[in-house]
C-alpha cells in the first residue's frame, strides 16, 4: 500500500479520489516471480494479461522488463502493437477474437485456439495464405477441482479435442506449437501440479514434437498486505511453492533435452493487484436505524470486485494527515453512486470523520479497467518511483468530453 508520506504528497494536489501506482515495488515483485520460476525452469518468460489492468504505462514496464503481451481482443492487441510489441511477443487468447487476428497469426504471432469453430477458421486464413506459415496453439479444458465447469478452452481427450487436432494438422502450412490453460478460482497448489500434468500429458500424447511452449494461464495468489492475505487462509501459496510444482515438473519432464519449450505463464492479479492504491475522502457521515454510513468519494467500481468478496486493507489520515488509529466498530463505507449495493467495505473498523482519507490497498485488479462511466467519469492514475523525486500522472482524469464524444449530441458527435 502506499506509505503515509507518498499519500499526503499527493492529496494536497488533486480534490477526487485518485490511484496510485507503485512502480518499484510492481518491477521489484516482477522480478522475484520470474526470477524464481527461471532458478528452477530457466526457459519461462511471463504475458502479463492485459485485461486485468491495461494502463499502458504499466504495460510498458513489462516491457521493459523483457515481458510479453497476453490480449484477448483487439483493443488489448492493438495497444500491445502500440507500445512497440512484434507479433512473436504477443499472445492472443480468448473466447471471440477480433478481426486483427488475421494480421497477428500472419506474421507470427502466437494465438491459443479455443473452439473448433474457431479453428476452421484459422484453417480458411491458412488457405487463403498459403505461402505463410501459421503457428497455433490449443488452449485445453480439464477439472483442476475448480468446483465449477470452465466454459474455455476444448476438454482434453474429448472427440471435440482429438478432432480439432486433426483437422489442423491436416493443413500443410499450420503448426500446432503449444499448448494452454487458464483456470480460475483454483489458486491452490493441488490444482497447479494438475494444470501441468495435463498438459504435459497433452503435449506427449497429441503433439508430434516437443512444444515450443507451455502456457499455463495464471490463477497463482501474488503477494499481499498480511491484513488481506489472512481472508485466505493460513496456506497461501509463495511463488517459489508455484515455481516448485510447475517449473520443477516442467524441468524433471524435459531435463536433458536440447531445446525445452518455453514456460509461459500469464499473470493478471498476481502481478498487479497488490501495486496500486485508491485514495478517497470521506464526504459524509450517517446513521439510519442504527446503523451507522460513511460515504465517500469513489465508488466500488473504483475499488474493483474484490472489495464486495474481502475486505481490502486499508488505513486512515485524520484531517491533520496524521494516521488515525481509534477504533469504532462496524461502520458500512459506502460509495457515491445511487446503488444500495456500493459498499466498499462493511465492518470498517476505524472511526471516520468527515474530511478524513481512507487508503485502500489491492486495488490493482479489474478496477480502472471494469469501472463503467455511471454516474461519474474516472479518476487519475499517479504512478510513484524512487528514482524521480516526483510523481508523474498517467491517466489524467476522464472528462465530460471523454465519455460523450461516443453520443450523438444535437445532432452532432463533439
Ligand atoms: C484473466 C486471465 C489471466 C490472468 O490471471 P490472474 O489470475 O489474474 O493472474 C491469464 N490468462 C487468461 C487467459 C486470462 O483470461
Redesign the pocket.
Given at each position: 500500500m502506499l506509505d503515509i508520506d507518498k499519500t499526503k504528497a499527493l492529496i494536497n494536489k488533486n480534490s477526487t479520489s485518485f490511484y496510485a501506482f507503485e512502480e518499484d515495488e510492481f518491477k521489484n515483485n516482477y522480478l522475484d516471480l520470474l526470477n524464481t520460476f527461471r532458478s528452477i525452469y530457466s526457459d519461462y518468460n511471463i504475458a502479463y494479461?492485459y485485461?486485468?489492468n491495461y494502463t499502458p504505462y504499466i504495460c510498458n514496464c513489462v516491457k521493459e522488463l523483457g515481458g510479453m503481451a497476453?490480449v484477448?481482443s483487439d483493443m488489448e492487441y492493438t495497444l500491445a502493437k502500440k507500445l512497440g510489441y512484434s507479433n512473436s511477443n504477443i499472445i492472443y487468447?480468448g473466447p471471440v477474437k477480433g478481426e486483427k487476428l488475421k494480421e497477428h497469426i500472419l506474421n507470427g504471432g502466437l494465438l491459443n485456439i479455443d473452439n473448433i469453430d474457431e479453428a476452421k477458421n484459422i484453417m480458411n486464413i491458412a488457405k487463403n495464405n498459403p505461402n505463410k506459415f501459421i503457428k497455433v496453439g490449443i488452449r485445453v479444458n480439464f477439472d483442476v477441482g475448480a468446483g465449477y465447469i470452465s466454459r474455455f478452452g476444448l476438454e482434453l481427450d474429448s472427440d471435440e479435442f482429438v478432432e480439432t487436432i486433426n483437422l489442423l494438422k491436416t493443413m500443410p502450412n499450420i503448426n500446432i506449437v503449444g499448448l494452454h490453460c487458464?483456470i480460475?478460482r483454483a489458486r491452490n497448489i493441488d490444482s497447479w501440479q494438475k494444470r501441468i500434468d495435463k498438459l504435459l500429458y497433452a503435449a506427449d500424447k497429441y503433439l508430434n514434437k516437443t512444444p515450443e511452449y507451455i502456457d499455463v494461464?495464471?490463477?497463482?495468489f501474488g503477494k499481499m498486505d498480511p491484513f488481506f492475505a489472512k481472508q485466505f487462509g493460513d496456506n497461501v501459496p509463495s511463488y517459489l511453492d508455484y515455481a516448485k510444482v510447475v517449473a520443477g515438473t516442467m524441468e524433471r519432464h524435459y531435463h536433458g533435452q536440447e531445446v525445452k519449450p518455453l514456460l509461459i505463464s500469464?499473470?493478471?492479479?498476481?502481478i498487479i493487484s497488490n501495486y496500486m492504491s485508491l485514495i478517497s475522502k470521506v464526504v459524509q457521515i450517517k446513521t439510519i436505524r442504527d446503523k451507522k454510513f460513511a460515504t465517500i468519494n469513489s465508488s466500488f467500481y473504483n475499488a474493483g470486485d474484490v472489495c464486495l468478496v474481502k475486505q481490502l486493507p486499508y488505513y486512515v489520515l485524520d484531517n491533520n494527515l496524521n494516521l488515525k488509529t481509534k477504533e469504532c466498530k462496524g461502520i458500512s463505507v459506502m460509495g457515491y453512486t445511487c446503488l444500495e449495493q456500493d459498499c466498499i467495505a462493511k465492518n470498517f473498523n476505524t472511526e471516520l470523520e468527515v474530511g478524513n482519507y481512507i487508503v485502500f490497498g489491492n486495488v490493482g485488479?479489474y478496477s480502472i479497467v471494469s469501472k463503467p462511466p455511471f454516474i461519474q467519469p474516472n479518476v487519475p492514475i499517479f504512478a510513484i518511483s524512487k528514482k524521480r523525486n516526483k510523481e508523474i500522472e498517467i491517466k489524467r482524469y476522464e472528462s465530460f468530453d471523454d465519455i460523450f464524444a461516443t453520443f450523438l449530441i444535437d445532432g452532432m458527435y463533439i
Open positions: 494479461s485485461k486485468t497476453e484477448v487468447n487458464h480460475s494461464g495464471s490463477g497463482m500469464e499473470p493478471g492479479t498476481t485488479g
